[in-house]
C-alpha cells in the first residue's frame, strides 16, 4: 500500500508541475477546475447529493462561480480579493466544527450546510490558486504551495507510523497522533526555510515565512481534519477510490483546499514587504 500511494503520489506531482510550469494560465485555470470539479463530485456525494441530476447541477453551479470569478479577475474586480478572505472565514469556521465534534456532528450531516458549504470553499481554493499562479513568480510560488501542504501531510503520515503513541483528535480521525502532527510542523517548517531561500528573503525575511507556513500548517491540519470528520459523520472511509493508495480526490487535496485562500491572503503582505 505504501508503494502504491508513493508512486499515485509521485505521478500526480508530475502532472501538477508539468502543468504549472508549460501550461497558459487560462488552460491552467481549466486544469484546476478539472480537479475541483472531481473533488466536488466525491464532496457532493459525501453531502447527500446521490443523483446524477443533482450532481449535474452542482457541477453547473460550482462551474459557473468558477467563470464568474474568472470574468471578475479578467475586470479586476474588488471581488475577486474579497472571496479568498470570505474562504479563509470558512475555514476558521471549520476549525470550530472540527474542535466541538461530535456534538457539532449535525452541522455536518446537513446537506444543505455542506451543499452550500462546497460553493464556498472550492470556488474559493479554485480561485486562490489562479491568483496564485498569476501573481509574481506565479508558477514557483503556487508549485511550493502545493509541496508545502504535501510536506505537512508526508511529514504527519512518516513521523505518525514511527512515533505515534497520543491521538490528536480520536473522536474525528483516531488514526492522526500528536506526534505526527508535531512530524508536519517541522516538515512544514523546514519548507518555509525553503521559500526564504528560494523566493529572495533576505535574513530579518525569514521570521515572517516562517510565521506563514506556521498559519498554513493550522489550515492544512484543518482541511485533513474538516474532511475527516465529514467522513465519520456521513460514515465512510474515503472520500472516493480515483487515486490509489490514497482513496479519493478530496482525500488527497483536503489541505490545499484550506491552504490556498489563506494562501493568496497572506503571502501577497508577505512578499511587498521584501
Same mark, same amino acid.
Given at each position: 500500500?505504501?508503494?502504491?500511494?508513493v508512486?499515485?503520489?509521485?505521478?500526480?506531482?508530475?502532472?501538477?508541475?508539468?502543468?504549472?510550469l508549460?501550461?497558459?494560465?487560462?488552460?491552467?485555470?481549466?486544469?484546476?477546475?478539472?480537479?475541483?470539479?472531481?473533488?466536488?463530485?466525491?464532496?457532493?456525494?459525501?453531502?447527500?447529493?446521490?443523483?446524477?441530476?443533482?450532481?449535474?447541477?452542482?457541477?453547473?453551479?460550482?462551474?459557473?462561480?468558477?467563470?464568474?470569478?474568472?470574468?471578475?479577475?479578467?475586470?479586476?474586480?474588488?471581488?475577486?480579493?474579497?472571496?479568498?478572505?470570505?474562504?479563509?472565514?470558512?475555514w476558521?469556521?471549520?476549525?470550530?466544527?472540527?474542535?466541538?465534534?461530535?456534538? /457539532?456532528?449535525?452541522?455536518? &450531516?446537513?446537506? *444543505? %450546510?455542506?451543499?452550500? $458549504?462546497g460553493? #464556498?470553499?472550492?470556488? =474559493?481554493?479554485? +480561485?486562490?490558486?489562479v491568483?496564485?499562479?498569476?501573481?509574481?513568480?506565479?508558477?514557483?510560488?503556487?508549485?511550493?504551495?502545493?509541496?508545502?501542504?504535501?510536506?505537512?501531510?508526508?511529514?504527519?503520515?512518516?513521523?505518525?507510523?514511527?512515533?505515534g503513541?497520543?491521538?490528536?483528535?480520536?473522536?474525528?480521525?483516531?488514526?492522526?497522533?500528536?506526534?505526527?502532527?508535531?512530524?508536519?510542523?517541522?516538515?512544514?517548517?523546514?519548507?518555509?526555510?525553503?521559500?526564504?531561500?528560494?523566493?529572495?528573503?533576505?535574513?530579518?525575511?525569514?521570521?515572517?515565512?516562517?510565521?506563514?507556513?506556521?498559519?498554513l500548517?493550522?489550515? /492544512?491540519?484543518?482541511?485533513? &481534519?474538516?474532511? *475527516? %470528520?465529514?467522513?465519520? $459523520?456521513?460514515? #465512510?472511509?474515503d472520500? =472516493?477510490?480515483? +487515486?490509489?493508495?490514497?482513496?479519493?480526490?478530496?482525500?488527497?487535496?483536503?489541505?490545499?483546499?484550506?491552504?490556498?485562500?489563506?494562501?493568496?491572503?497572506?503571502?501577497?503582505?508577505?512578499?511587498?514587504?521584501?
Amino acid at each position: 500500500m505504501l508503494k502504491l500511494r508513493v508512486a499515485s503520489g509521485l505521478a500526480l506531482a508530475v502532472v501538477m508541475i508539468a502543468a504549472i510550469l508549460h501550461l497558459p494560465t487560462p488552460w491552467l485555470a481549466a486544469f484546476l477546475l478539472l480537479l475541483c470539479l472531481l473533488a466536488a463530485r466525491e464532496w457532493a456525494k459525501l453531502a447527500g447529493i446521490v443523483t446524477r441530476a443533482g450532481w449535474l447541477i452542482y457541477a453547473i453551479t460550482i462551474s459557473g462561480a468558477a467563470a464568474a470569478l474568472w470574468v471578475a479577475s479578467e475586470d479586476s474586480s474588488p471581488i475577486t480579493a474579497a472571496v479568498p478572505i470570505v474562504a479563509s472565514v470558512f475555514w476558521i469556521i471549520a476549525l470550530g466544527v472540527v474542535l466541538t465534534y461530535p456534538r /457539532s456532528r449535525f452541522v455536518l &450531516l446537513s446537506k *444543505s %450546510a455542506m451543499v452550500a $458549504a462546497g460553493v #464556498v470553499a472550492l470556488p =474559493g481554493a479554485w +480561485l486562490a490558486l489562479v491568483q496564485t499562479a498569476q501573481a509574481p513568480q506565479g508558477p514557483g510560488l503556487l508549485i511550493w504551495l502545493l509541496a508545502a501542504a504535501a510536506a505537512a501531510d508526508i511529514g504527519a503520515y512518516f513521523a505518525g507510523r514511527r512515533f505515534g503513541r497520543r491521538k490528536l483528535a480520536p473522536e474525528v480521525s483516531p488514526a492522526k497522533t500528536l506526534e505526527g502532527a508535531v512530524g508536519g510542523a517541522v516538515a512544514i517548517l523546514a519548507w518555509g526555510v525553503v521559500g526564504a531561500l528560494c523566493f529572495g528573503a533576505a535574513a530579518p525575511s525569514l521570521p515572517r515565512w516562517l510565521a506563514l507556513v506556521a498559519v498554513l500548517f493550522v489550515a /492544512s491540519v484543518t482541511g485533513d &481534519l474538516f474532511e *475527516s %470528520a465529514f467522513k465519520r $459523520a456521513r460514515g #465512510v472511509k474515503d472520500s =472516493g477510490g480515483l +487515486l490509489p493508495g490514497h482513496g479519493g480526490v478530496l482525500d488527497r487535496v483536503d489541505s490545499v483546499i484550506a491552504t490556498a485562500p489563506v494562501f493568496a491572503v497572506l503571502a501577497p503582505l508577505l512578499l511587498e514587504s521584501h
